[in-house]
């Protein structure tokens, strides 16, 4: 049935773009050092658990009530509330998740931004242009501004097409390109002197470290963003789906592919260091520990490539396309947060949500890069480490507590009419229900502690 707010045309079309939401910049500079810092293939280990055991349900929660409401997050929740005040927390928290996705795109965008000028300062260099690439690789209010609009032009270019002929057009065609990508950079440096030490620390299990209960928290805080939980992305994303689709098994694929670009960015990152102290660069920090996050993107690396001539350009060119098409896919499903949520509250167009909500998080990014010192840590901190745990606190009370549980499983027997006897039902309403409120507010407490 081809609805009029738009559904995916295909599984694959469904895993590539919520895949392609999931894995960003997170995945690629956050998961790998945190990695070798914290127990090697321990850390791992117990990264793919939790997310399997706890990111999962909860991206489960967000795709079962979205494709149950086919509607945007403020609408699904008070779709699935018994009475007047439990319709209007929904909406609230709906209205708190659709903010929250736009502040997350006002700062992802100026990170993408860079990406973007890295990538053209590649090809500069292969022209001798030595004044525009140090133009673009050096942090100027022009060169933010001017990229974070050209990143954020491609967003919004993207997501005004709809959900067909943009999100599911876009994340099928730059998906694959991610993998490949990665996996030549991966199969390339693999090759290089030094490249094995990396590989090491990345691999050595160190459970002492990777057992402790704080890094366990971590761990479970990085699932959540990696699998853009907790406002309302995967829900919008869930409510495109067509009604035969098995839910359970294509966010099992969505988690899987997550998980498996996180650990293949490892190969790449990791050995890419060594190589880079094996040419001389410095890859620790003052405190012993391996330098990671924008850093390790924007001096480290760079750094290496310089230090490989002609080749040098060409990896670092194809690694800040590969980062620039990670951030792409992600922004375009924060982005579709509040856009969907305007069209089908107020009944704009398409074009003019679009437009109107993409400029408005615009100039939330100009004001944040007019205050950067004050504001870019702040926005991270509010959105990332304090509103999307509790958000997806909500979510999961809702699919849990709030949401009649006939109701529930009359959903997911639409593509799965045996999902009763399934592994699933017996173990993932409790999960959703007790294990990942329990948990979700324990993380919480630690953030505000650590
Ligand atoms: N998951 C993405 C990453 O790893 C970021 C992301 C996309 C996101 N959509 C989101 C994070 C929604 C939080 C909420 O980089």
């Not at 979205?66 to 945007?72: E, F, M, S």
């Not at 966010?251 to 293949?264: H, M, P, Q, S, Y």
Request: aromatic share 12%; proline share 3%; hydrophobic share 60%.
């Amino acid at each position: 049935m081809a609805s009029p707010r738009g559904e995916f045309s295909s599984r694959f079309g469904f895993v590539m773009a919520a895949a392609g939401s999931a894995v960003g910049l997170g995945n690629i500079w956050g998961f790998p050092t945190q990695a070798a810092s914290n127990g090697g293939a321990a850390f791992l280990l117990v990264y793919l658990v939790l997310a399997f055991t706890l990111a999962y349900p909860a991206l489960m929660a967000e795709l079962i009530i979205g494709r149950h409401a086919h509607a945007n997050a403020v609408n699904a929740l008070r779709l699935i509330s018994p009475n007047t005040a439990l319709r209007n927390l929904g909406a609230a928290t709906g209205i708190a998740g659709f903010i929250v996705a736009s502040l997350i795109l006002s700062f992802y965008a100026i990170v993408a931004g860079w990406m973007l000028a890295f990538c053209l300062s590649s090809l500069a260099s292969l022209l001798d242009m030595a004044v525009l690439v140090s133009w673009l690789t050096s942090f100027g209010i022009g060169r933010n501004v001017l990229f974070m609009l050209i990143f954020m032009a491609f967003t919004i270019g993207i997501i005004s097409a709809g959900v067909r002929d943009g999100i599911e057009r876009w994340s099928a065609r730059l998906m694959p390109a991610l993998l490949l990508t990665l996996f030549l950079l991966v199969v390339y440096v693999l090759t290089l002197d030094g490249a094995m030490d990396g590989l090491r620390v990345y691999l050595l299990p160190d459970f002492e470290r990777a057992l402790s209960p704080k890094l366990i928290i971590a761990a479970l805080g990085a699932a959540f963003f990696s699998l853009s939980l907790g406002v309302g992305t995967m829900l919008i994303y869930g409510s495109y789906i067509n009604d035969d689709e098995n839910l359970p098994v294509v966010g099992g694929l969505v988690t899987l592919v997550d998980i498996l670009i996180a650990v293949l960015a490892g190969f790449l990152v990791l050995p890419a260091m060594y190589v880079a102290l094996h040419n001389g660069v410095e890859i620790f920090s003052a405190t012993g520990e391996l330098i990671s996050e924008d850093t390790l993107i924007f001096t480290v690396l760079p750094e290496l490539f310089a230090t490989m001539g002609f080749t040098g350009i060409v990896v670092s060119f194809t690694f800040f396309f590969l980062m620039s098409t990670a951030a792409l896919t992600s922004s375009i499903s924060m982005l579709e947060v509040p856009v969907a949520y305007v069209i089908e509250e107020h009944g704009l167009k398409r074009k003019t949500a679009v437009f109107t909500i993409g400029g408005i998080i615009a100039i939330a990014s100009i004001v944040i890069l007019l205050n950067f010192e004050a504001l870019f840590g702040l926005v991270i901190a509010f959105t990332t480490r304090y509103s999307q745990p509790l958000l997806g606190f909500m979510f999961c009370l809702y699919a849990g507590w709030v949401w009649h549980r006939d109701a529930l499983l009359q959903e997911l027997r639409k593509g799965n009419p045996g999902v009763e006897h399934s592994l699933f039902w017996k173990i993932w309403p409790w999960y959703v229900k007790l294990v990942c409120p329990v948990i979700i507010v324990g993380i919480f407490v630690q953030s505000l502690w650590g």
